[in-house]
């Protein structure tokens, strides 16, 4: 016990009595109040807080839905139709949910753009960018369980095909299989064991999500200049700034998300799911959520089964390296006049892998498959460590104040008889 | 020197310690583990009988067997010629087609791609058969030949033949 603890004093006397004996009122305003984030972030930086909010309409609107569904083979549908029909507001929870996922998963994606283009993942933030691949990972299992709890034929087929990679494991895969679906095949045990993950993972997320966050606030977070914070004059407060600045995010992504909800729920479904799962039938295309599909199409690039499931997990478990395979000491691509490319030619081609992904491998997909397995491995082991070596960065800016106070020139903008340049409105807006 | 014989004895105890700590632990987890394999009511998903008296030359059915689709297939003369000129030795997964059929006609088999597990087309008339005339699995195209062994594309292995035998010769019992 540390008695020369100095405990914060609030005016308001219930807050002290709460922070005597808890210092959290402290802890809040420090992580959330004073925290100093650089002044230069865009709103590539709202990524965060929004992936926080839909997390949480994720799981509020699960609970709600699993006080309807029954895990049952024979019960399931029937369950999901009743939420959809009978269930006061069933069809908005449900829409909600499934569109909640997709959402979250665009979010996350952008987030991870973020911070590769931005070089957020390198010294001293790599365990939280080792955390944050974690909750890709964590993210991407629950999605694949939770979609087979409605029990249609894309579901039952793509548990089918996703557990199958297991039996690819040499001398264990079978029996691996086999006790992950507690029966021969996708059944009633497995459905039961999907549903219970499926709730449980979502709390594991959100404790991880925790340590995510707590780790970025030790070292400050990123900004699109990859310079750090040197003096008061760098950053703002994030409250009220940023917090202004995320809400009005905020307000845009309900917008977008609200649009879809309403107006094209099924945009992002699978009809084949509105059958019934049927062991007997394979629809004739079986395809993955659009948000898994780039890893389908390094699965199926493959002729071989085993290499097939080795590269896809690869794919993902490569990303936990990164900090380790880029050389180079500069963050932002803004600043890398090579790598920059190489980092935009990387997110067009995983686009081109998900685009391919929902289409049958076969003639030019299978093509384009292919080239872009290559490119997505050679970017990390060739691309990545080799560039970093022989690059020549442009200057960096002295601080991130410097990067608007250097534009200040009688030349730029309409600097003239006292209208300020548009980089000094900025700088004064912020 | 007092002192040497006291750490040794305090090293056991720590030692002990922990090693009957990490072995109650196992013990207690074992039974987590072992209640996600399947369970004795799954276990004994038993046999099927199928009457195949109705089934025409060429002609091939579905039936259902511990919830799996099982084929089974009268063969015409021309795909059991096609199966039997095969060398086994250049397959993926070298087998004659005299070890995987009982008669010559009936071939039995696990209608569940070795691949990912999909079932394969070509139980219907208007089914794509592959190139081998046999199965083609639609998922990510695998084609099987006419005694069901895997000739091109992903899979590893051979359709699996289940266990079967011909009670008479109007009845098959599989399992």
């Known amino acids: 016990m540390d008695k020369n603890r100095k405990v914060h004093q609030f005016k308001n006397p219930v807050l002290n009595w709460i922070e005597f004996r808890l210092p959290i009122i402290s802890y809040f305003k420090k992580?959330?109040?004073?925290?100093?984030?650089?002044?230069?972030?865009?709103?590539?930086?709202?990524?965060?807080?929004?992936?926080?909010?839909?997390?949480?309409?994720?799981?509020?609107?699960?609970?709600?839905?699993?006080m309807n569904y029954?895990?049952?083979?024979?019960?399931?549908?029937?369950?999901?139709?009743?939420?959809?029909?009978?269930?006061?507001?069933?069809?908005l929870m449900r829409y909600i949910h499934s569109n909640g996922?997709?959402?979250?998963?665009?979010?996350?994606?952008?987030?991870?753009?973020?911070?590769?283009?931005f070089g957020s993942y390198k010294y001293p933030r790599e365990l939280n960018w080792i955390l944050g691949v974690f909750i890709f990972l964590l993210m991407m299992a629950t999605s694949f369980l939770g979609y087979t709890l409605p029990w249609g034929q894309m579901s039952y087929w793509g548990a089918t095909v996703i557990t199958n990679l297991f039996s690819a494991i040499p001398f264990?895969?079978?029996?691996?299989?086999?006790?992950?679906?507690?029966?021969?095949?996708?059944?009633?045990?497995?459905?039961?064991?999907?549903?219970?993950?499926?709730?449980?993972?979502?709390?594991?997320?959100?404790?991880?999500?925790g340590l995510h966050v707590a780790a970025v606030h030790v070292h400050g977070s990123n900004n699109p200049d990859g310079i750090d914070i040197k003096t008061n004059n760098d950053s703002v407060n994030f409250f009220p700034y940023m917090l202004i600045k995320d809400t009005v995010a905020m307000c845009a992504f309900g917008v977008a998300i609200s649009a879809v909800i309403f107006f094209?729920?099924?945009?992002?479904?699978?009809?084949?799911?509105?059958?019934?799962?049927?062991?007997?039938?394979?629809?004739?295309?079986?395809?993955?959520?659009?948000?898994?599909?780039?890893?389908?199409?390094?699965?199926?690039?493959?002729?071989?089964?085993?290499?097939?499931?080795?590269?896809?997990?690869?794919?993902?478990?490569?990303?936990?390296?990164?900090?380790?395979?880029?050389?180079?000491?500069?963050?932002?691509?803004?600043?890398?006049?090579?790598?920059?490319?190489f980092m935009m030619g990387f997110f067009v081609n995983f686009f081109a892998l998900g685009y391919v992904g929902m289409l049958p491998a076969e003639g030019l997909y299978l093509l384009i498959a292919r080239v872009g397995l290559l490119y997505y491995f050679g970017f990390f082991f060739i691309i990545t460590p080799f560039v970093g070596w022989i690059e020549k960065p442009s200057k960096l800016p002295l601080s991130i104040s410097d990067v608007y106070s250097k534009n200040i020139t009688p030349n730029i903008g309409g600097g003239e008889k006292g209208i300020p340049s548009p980089a000094m409105q900025k700088d004064t807006n912020l | 020197m007092a002192k040497k014989p006291k750490n040794k004895r305090r090293d056991f105890l720590q030692l002990s310690t922990v090693t009957l700590g990490a072995v109650g632990t196992a013990a207690f987890i074992w039974p987590f583990l072992k209640s996600m394999s399947p369970a004795e009511d799954t276990l004994a998903a038993g046999s099927t009988e199928v009457d195949i008296s109705t089934i025409e030359e060429g002609q091939s059915i579905t039936i259902k067997w511990r919830g799996k689709p099982v084929f089974i297939k009268?063969?015409?003369?021309?795909?059991?010629?096609?199966?039997?000129?095969?060398?086994?030795?250049?397959?993926?997964?070298?087998?004659?087609?005299?070890?995987?059929?009982?008669?010559e006609e009936w071939l039995v088999l696990v209608g569940v791609c070795t691949h990912l597990g999909c079932v394969p087309l070509g139980q219907k008339v208007s089914d794509m058969k592959g190139e081998y005339d046999g199965w083609y699995c639609p998922c990510h195209g695998s084609h099987y030949?006419?005694?069901?062994?895997?000739?091109?594309?992903?899979?590893?292995?051979n359709l699996d033949v289940p266990p079967y035998t011909f009670l008479n010769d109007n009845t098959i019992k599989i399992g």
């Open chain 1, 31 to 66: 992580e959330y109040g004073d925290y100093p984030m650089p002044k230069n972030c865009n709103y590539f930086w709202s990524f965060g807080a929004l992936a926080t909010i839909t997390l949480v309409t994720m799981i509020v609107s699960g609970i709600f839905l699993a």
């Open chain 1, 70 to 91: 029954t895990p049952h083979t024979d019960m399931a549908f029937d369950s999901v139709e009743r939420i959809m029909r009978d269930v006061n507001y069933g069809w």
């Open chain 1, 101 to 117: 996922a997709a959402f979250f998963f665009i979010i996350v994606y952008i987030h991870i753009v973020r911070a590769m283009y």
């Open chain 1, 172 to 209: 264990i895969g079978e029996g691996l299989k086999t006790w992950l679906l507690g029966d021969y095949n996708v059944g009633n045990a497995t459905l039961n064991r999907f549903f219970a993950l499926h709730y449980v993972l979502p709390f594991v997320i959100f404790g991880v999500v």
């Open chain 1, 264 to 341: 094209g729920p099924n945009l992002m479904a699978e009809v084949d799911n509105y059958i019934p799962a049927d062991p007997l039938v394979t629809p004739a295309h079986i395809v993955p959520n659009w948000y898994l599909a780039p890893f389908y199409a390094i699965l199926r690039a493959v002729p071989d089964k085993l290499g097939g499931v080795l590269l896809m997990f690869g794919a993902i478990v490569i990303l936990f390296v990164l900090p380790w395979l880029d050389r180079s000491k500069v963050r932002s691509c803004n600043y890398r006049p090579i790598y920059k490319w």
């Open chain 2, 74 to 103: 009268k063969r015409t003369k021309e795909e059991i010629d096609a199966a039997k000129m095969v060398q086994a030795s250049d397959l993926r997964d070298p087998q004659d087609d005299a070890d995987r059929v009982q008669k």
């Open chain 2, 145 to 157: 030949d006419t005694s069901g062994r895997i000739r091109k594309g992903p899979a590893p292995k």
